[in-house]
């Protein structure tokens, strides 16, 4: 009987894991977008998001870390309450889960804010002349003012938002001009 047990556990656990490498809505990494897309790689690899992981680690950043009431010298790289906005998909089916699983996806990535790139980018490598709203049924979202997840990761349940100091407030006109260039170039490319 118990054998019995184990066996189903382990079948479920096999369909588990093929769901979970190859299922949908799975995260790709930067470097794959970086193939076709290499202008918006290099500008984005110029902002803070691209290194943001760094700044769990002890040491780093220590005077801002102390002020927002955090331990400068505590190692928060496997820290859920960090993790969640320093990583690409945390949380999420085919996301970050740690940095000896996942270390891809380290750092605020495309994905972070353009969704899941595994089905989306096989509809734009089928076809350069893709329809955009094909592109959005498979999960790719283009960020507007309107229609975005900023606030998931800039709120005030952020230990650095604007009560802690204003130069963190997110002014979401300003933000989406400095994200990674696309228009009033901050990074030209
Ligand atoms: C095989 C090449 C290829 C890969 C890989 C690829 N893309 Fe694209 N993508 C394209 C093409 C071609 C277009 C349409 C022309 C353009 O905007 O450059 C496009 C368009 C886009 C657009 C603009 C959509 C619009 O019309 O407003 C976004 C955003 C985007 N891709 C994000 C990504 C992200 C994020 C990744 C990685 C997860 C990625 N792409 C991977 C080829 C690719
Ligand atoms: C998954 C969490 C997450 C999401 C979602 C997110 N951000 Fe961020 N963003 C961060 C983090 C973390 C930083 C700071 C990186 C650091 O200093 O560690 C940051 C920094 C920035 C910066 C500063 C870049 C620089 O180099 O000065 C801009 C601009 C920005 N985000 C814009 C946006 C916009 C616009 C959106 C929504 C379309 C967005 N972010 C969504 C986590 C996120
Ligand atoms: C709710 C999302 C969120 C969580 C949770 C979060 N951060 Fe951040 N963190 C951000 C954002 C957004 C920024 C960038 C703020 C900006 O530049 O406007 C940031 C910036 C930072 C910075 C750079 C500050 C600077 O002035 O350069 C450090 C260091 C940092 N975070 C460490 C941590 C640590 C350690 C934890 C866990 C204890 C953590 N963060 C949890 C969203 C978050
Ligand atoms: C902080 C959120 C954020 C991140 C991270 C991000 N993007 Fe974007 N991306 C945007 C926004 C917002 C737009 C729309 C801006 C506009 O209308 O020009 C956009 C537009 C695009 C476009 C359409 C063409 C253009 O330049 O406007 C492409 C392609 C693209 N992003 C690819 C990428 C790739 C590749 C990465 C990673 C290397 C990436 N993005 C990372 C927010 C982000």
Sequence with gaps: ?????????????????????????????????????????????????????????????????????????KDYTADAD??????TGY???????????????????????????????KIMKKDKKFKLADAEAAGLVVPTEANNNCMNCHGSDSPFNDSVDPKYKFEIKERLINTHKHFPLKYDH
Aim: proline share 5%.
């Design 91 to 121: 949380g999420k089916p085919g996301g970050f889960t740690s940095l000896a699983e996942t270390p891809k996806l380290i750092n605020v990535q495309c994905e972070g804010c353009h969704g899941p790139g595994a089905d989306f980018r």
């Design 1 to 73: 009987m118990i054998k019995k047990l184990w066996g189903v556990l382990f079948f479920i656990a096999i369909i588990a894991v093929f769901t979970g490498t190859s299922g949908a809505g799975e995260y790709i990494g930067a470097k794959k977008c970086k193939a076709c897309h290499m202008k918006q790689y290099k500008s984005w690899s110029k902002t803070t998001m691209a290194t943001s992981f760094e700044n769990l680690k002890p040491g780093v950043k220590a005077e801002e870390k102390k002020k927002a009431g955090l331990d400068p010298d």
């Design 82 to 87: 960090c993790l969640r906005c320093h990583t």
